[in-house]
């Protein structure tokens, strides 16, 4: 089904808040990480675009290569 997508706006707010950091290994950009806004509670399981449920994940740790466990 359609899904909103997040705005670029709040990415960014996403972003900075976060520092441009993975939140989970603490990658950036400068260290050639590729960043995206996930969400922590999956949008099809309820999870809404509240900041409090987004985090800025690096591609690897976000398609689960990086850290386990989480």
């Known amino acids: 089904g359609f899904r ?20 989970v290994c603490g990658g ?11 969400h922590k509670r999956p949008v099809a399981k309820g999870g809404s675009h509240n900041p409090e449920n987004l985090w800025t994940l690096c591609f690897e740790c976000n ?6 466990g989480l």
């Open 4 to 23: 909103a997508r997040l705005s670029l706006a709040l990415r960014f707010d996403i972003f900075r808040r976060d520092e441009y950091r993975c939140q």
């Open 28 to 38: 950036s950009a400068q260290d050639g990480k590729h960043l995206e806004v996930d």
């Open 63 to 68: 398609r689960g290569k990086g850290v386990k």
